[in-house]
C-alpha cells in the first residue's frame, strides 16, 4: 500500500488538501492510505524513522513557517525514502526553480487557488497510483537490500552467488555478473528468498539459474562467468537433481 503524507501548516488549507484526497480515494478505490496530515515537517521525519520501510507520497508546503522549509523537507524526504513521490501545493509560484537545483523530481508544483487543483491532485493520485504498482512488479523480480545508506535492487536474473565475507561479522558478498557488492545479512536467511537460491556451502548461497556446470570430484560450481564457488559434500548430489533437465 502506498502511504499519503500531508504537510501544511496552514489548518483551512491543510484539511481542504486532506479532503480532496479522502474523497478521491473512497470514490476510486486506489489501494493508498492518508496516514499522516501535519503542520509540523519534524512530524514528517519522526514518521520516516518510526516506519523506515515506509513507500510515500508527498503532499508538501513549500513555506511551512518553520525552520526546515518545504524543500528542505523534501530532500530528506529523499535520503530516507528513495521512492518517494512529491507534490508540491504553495503559493510561492517563484520558488519553483528550486525543485529542479535540488534535483527533488517532484510530480507536480500546485499554486495554491489553482482552480484545477482538486483534478491535479486526483490525477496525481492516479500516476502515482500507477507508478507504486509498476515498482512494485518491478521488485518483485529483484532482490532488495540497502548498503552504503542506499536502496539496492538487483535483478535475479543478474546475480550468480553470495558469500559469507569471513573477516568482517554478519557481512554478505553478492557477486554479480561483472561487479559484486557488500552489505549486512545473514546466509540462512538469502537462501529462502527466491527458489532459484540453493545454499550450496554454510558460507555461500548460489542462484541456480546462473550455473554452467556442476564438477562432482572436485566438489565444485562453475558460474555462467566462469566463477567457481564450492559445494559442500553432502549438497552436491541434492544440487545436481535439483538443476537436472
Known amino acids: 500500500m502506498l502511504d499519503i503524507l500531508i504537510c501544511e501548516d496552514d489548518p483551512r488549507q491543510r484539511e481542504q488538501i486532506q479532503a480532496t484526497i479522502t474523497h478521491y480515494l473512497k470514490k476510486h478505490h486506489l489501494d493508498m492510505s492518508l496516514v499522516l496530515s501535519t503542520g509540523c ?14 513507500n510515500g507520497f508527498y503532499f508538501l508546503d513549500v513555506d511551512l513557517q518553520h525552520e526546515i522549509n518545504g524543500i528542505d523537507l523534501a530532500t530528506r524526504i529523499k535520503e530516507q525514502d528513495s521512492h518517494a513521490k512529491i507534490v508540491f501545493i504553495t503559493t510561492h509560484d517563484e520558488l519553483s526553480h528550486l525543485v529542479f537545483k535540488y534535483k527533488i523530481e517532484a ?7 489553482n482552480k484545477e487543483l482538486k483534478t491535479r491532485v486526483g490525477e496525481c493520485l492516479e500516476v502515482a497510483h500507477t507508478r507504486y504498482i509498476n ?16 536502496v539496492w535492487n538487483i535483478p535475479y536474473s543478474e546475480i550468480l552467488f553470495f558469500e559469507t565475507d569471513l573477516s568482517t561479522r554478519h557481512r554478505i558478498i553478492l557477486h554479480m555478473k561483472e561487479s559484486q557488492i557488500a552489505f549486512r545479512g545473514f546466509i540462512k ?11 550450496c556451502h554454510k558460507s555461500v548461497v548460489v542462484n541456480t539459474e ?11 560450481i562453475e558460474m555462467i562467468n566462469g566463477e567457481i564457488v564450492s559445494v559442500s559434500s553432502r549438497k552436491i548430489a541434492i544440487l545436481i537433481a535439483r538443476i537436472k533437465p
Open 41 to 54: 515537517p519534524t512530524d514528517v521525519l519522526d514518521h520516516l524513522k518510526r516506519y523506515p520501510d515506509t
Open 107 to 113: 510530480m507536480d508544483y500546485i499554486i495554491k487557488g
Open 135 to 150: 515498482q512494485m512488479t518491478t521488485l518483485d523480480e529483484c532482490y532488495s537490500f540497502e548498503s552504503a545508506g542506499q
Open 189 to 199: 536467511q538469502i537462501a529462502k528468498v527466491n527458489p532459484s537460491f540453493f545454499q
Open 210 to 220: 546462473n550455473i554452467k556446470q556442476v564438477h562432482k570430484a572436485s566438489r565444485t
